[in-house]
């Protein structure tokens, strides 16, 4: 047993047992390095990642490899989900130095941290011109004992290299309908017309870039935008990324088709996807949208909710095929045998034909990933919900893909608010509730007495490492929702005290650009500082969300001109690159549209008040806010001054200090708020 025994981490705790002497990263880690004169290896993963699974198992748990490491470094292992800040220093260095990165990221160190070789993935032989790991450490050891002043020059050059790469903030003006209609039509030139989604393979879900094109569309009226994210929308949800018998998606696919995805299911690919869908059923009454948005939510909750009511962060890729080999994508994979195994050969057929399950298979050994292939004829759909039971039901026999239950608090936001918004939609109180007791958790446990948040829990413990920016703007964008779906002032209240961290601790005072560590942070040989989008939003980018839906709710100029002072960074690289800041441009479009104020006054239990609030959260105004209470109430500062008009219940649409007349009619709302900014 090594160090890693006592971590919270999931996927440190998968390498408590190696021989290898594992650190966690800490001050003590270097204090060992400079008091026994070795380099440090730092190796970066993740629990769901499959090839870290496979370098654990080929060299960090071999014998020979692990006596070689502990005698001539000091090895430390980072989950790059709970420490993303050290994560995003060393890729950065790893990227320059070679063109690539990706995990396991494998990175070796002077005492004093600073880089000097990189790498990802080593086998432990010679194959495709890549050298062997053991080569690697002995490449290493051998340089660092015969070339020290060699080593430490070339770290030196690149830990300064790093300090000077300093982003240029682009542009002090927000972006405005140029910038937006040239990402629009950057998004144009990369968009793959045949198959939706954008660039090849291997192709990713662009969650991001999708609400800006439905927000885009709901402001101008474009077409070409809507159309974009209605076919992508589809052809994810028709391909196999898309889990057909128990909803979510995967990470990613492989092929530029979406047939065979990379099976692990991450908390942040679903929760933005399910808030995708459910807003593209907003937009267009799309029957399958509505589907795919009400089954990822029950997926979110059935399969990675957590004891203490927060959401676990990971399924991983790899299962145990039932032979004890584990491989990836076992749990989910279906041969013409196994079909007929559990739905006799009818109906087995039947279901062949309907998920593209065909003899040679679509993945690997004759099974197939199920898809719905778009195909002529009507499928009996009572024949077809007895055949998805069956399915599932034997699915769940099967040994299940790990779990990685720890609770990063942004991912969790995330979730927060796409389970308020999907259950205020389709009238699922439960996935409300649900939303409800992940916020509960991130304020009781993650958050401390002081406003500060952790990083991560595990097994109703918070982790050691604090919250880093997108934790805060995540966490607040989730409460915010809660703000419109609940009429709760208290979540207002929470958001108010994240972001005034964000303002204090995240912001640079001169320029308004954000780092993505808080200004009392551990200090790295850089501080990061990120604002495009990737796998999730910015926190650059979502701070200038949850900021700009704050100064909405409560009429804080501060908090107004801090998310107008980051999204200048949008007008610099929207137009550029319009796939990598698709939640800067979403925002920029809520910042051009007002945002719309809603406030609806009225009693709960009035029908009235609630179809007036049901219109209110259904409008497509990008980004706007709602309020809900009684006449008079405190709870919220959008109410105050707003009284019932003719004794009913009325609801108030303002936007840029401009304030339409009330109305009691939920179709002259529902007007208002889908109409075009003009």
């Known amino acids: 047993m090594n160090r890693l025994a006592h971590e919270t981490s999931p996927y440190l705790l998968q390498h408590a047992d190696n021989p290898v002497d594992w650190w966690p990263w800490s001050a003590e880690a270097f204090d060992e390095a400079r008091r026994s004169n070795r380099p440090v290896l730092l190796s970066v993963g993740y629990s769901s990642c499959h090839w870290c699974h496979v370098m654990a198992h080929e060299s960090f748990e071999d014998g020979a490899t692990a006596a070689y490491l502990n005698e001539h470094f000091v090895s430390v292992k980072v989950d790059r989900e709970e420490r993303p800040d050290v994560d995003a220093v060393y890729m950065e260095a790893v990227q320059a130095a070679t063109g690539q990165g990706g995990w396991p ?69 927000v972006p405005g309908e140029e910038e937006l209609a040239g990402a629009l039509l950057g998004l144009t030139r990369d968009y793959d017309a045949a198959r939706g989604g954008f660039g090849g393979a291997p192709k990713f879900p662009p969650s991001m870039v999708i609400e800006f094109l439905l927000r885009h569309h709901a402001r101008t009226g474009s077409e070409g935008a809507l159309q974009m994210a209605v076919d992508t929308c589809e052809r994810m949800a028709r391909g196999g990324l898309y889990d057909q018998l128990g909803g979510g998606f995967a990470r990613y696919s492989v092929d530029r088709d979406w047939v065979i995805p990379h099976f692990e299911k991450m908390l942040y690919d679903n929760a933005l996807l399910c808030r ?36 676990a962060s990971a399924l991983d890729a ?11 994508g076992a749990y989910y994979v279906w041969t013409p045998a196994q079909l007929r195994e559990v739905l006799g050969d009818a109906d087995a057929e039947f279901a062949a034909r309907y998920f593209g ?73 439960d996935l409300v509730e649900a939303a409800i007791g992940a916020a509960d958790l991130l304020v009781r446990l993650h958050m401390d007495d002081r406003a500060r948040l952790a990083r991560t829990s595990k097994d109703g413990r918070a982790g050691a490492h604090a919250g880093v920016l997108e934790d805060y703007a995540d966490v607040a964008e989730g409460f915010l929702a809660l703000t419109s779906v609940t009429g709760e002032g208290v ?98 479009e809520a910042l051009l549209d007002g945002p719309r104020e809603v406030a609806v006054v009225g009693e709960e239990s009035d029908p009235a008040t609630t179809a007036l609030r049901r219109s209110a959260l259904l409008g497509t105004a990008p980004g706007a806010v709602v309020a809900v209470g009684v006449p008079e109430s405190e709870e919220l500062p959008l109410l105050a001054g707003r009284p019932l008009v003719d004794g009913k219940p009325a609801a108030y649409v303002c936007r840029n200090f401009v304030c339409d007349i009330p109305t009691t009619d939920p179709d002259r709302l529902r007007e208002v708020l889908n109409g075009r900014n003009t």
């Open 357 to 429: 399950v065909t003899e040679e298979g679509t993945f690997e050994e004759g099974a197939s990933v199920l898809q719905l292939p778009q195909q002529e004829g009507v499928f009996d759909a009572e024949r077809l919900a007895s055949v998805r039971e069956r399915l599932l039901a034997a699915r769940a026999g099967r040994p299940a893909p790990g779990r990685d239950d720890k609770v990063v608090a942004a991912w969790n936001g995330l979730a927060v608010a796409a389970l308020a918004e999907t259950g205020a939609y389709f009238g699922r109180p």
């Open 318 to 328: 790899d299962s145990d095929d039932g032979t004890g080999r584990h491989v990836e």
């Open 491 to 588: 979540w207002l209240e929470f958001a108010g005290f994240l972001l005034d961290h964000v303002l204090a601790q995240f912001t640079d005072a001169e320029s308004g650009a954000l780092y993505d560590t808080a200004a009392d942070a551990e200090r790295l040989i850089r501080r990061p500082q990120d604002p495009t989008d990737n796998a999730t939003p910015s926190g650059w980018s979502a701070a200038a969300g949850a900021l700009l839906s704050y100064s909405a709710q409560t009429g804080a100029e501060p908090h107004r001109t801090a998310a107008e002072r980051a999204l200048g960074v949008v007008k610099a690289l929207g137009p550029r690159a319009p796939r990598f800041i698709g939640w800067g441009l979403a925002v920029a």
């Open 276 to 311: 995708v869908y459910a807003h593209l059923w907003r937009s267009t009454g799309s029957e399958l949208a509505r589907r795919v948005a009400l089954e990822t939510a029950d997926f979110l909750v059935r399969e990675l909710r957590t004891d203490e009511g927060g959401f």
């Open 105 to 173: 990221m494998t990175v070796f160190l002077t005492p004093d941290a600073e880089p000097f070789y990189f790498g990802t993935y080593f086998p432990p032989e010679p194959r495709h011109g890549m050298a062997s790991f053991r080569q690697v450490l002995e490449g290493v050891s051998t340089a660092w004992n015969d070339r020290r002043d060699e080593v430490a020059e070339v770290a030196g050059k690149i830990t300064r290299d790093l300090a000077e790469r300093e982003m240029s903030f682009g542009d002090s003006r």
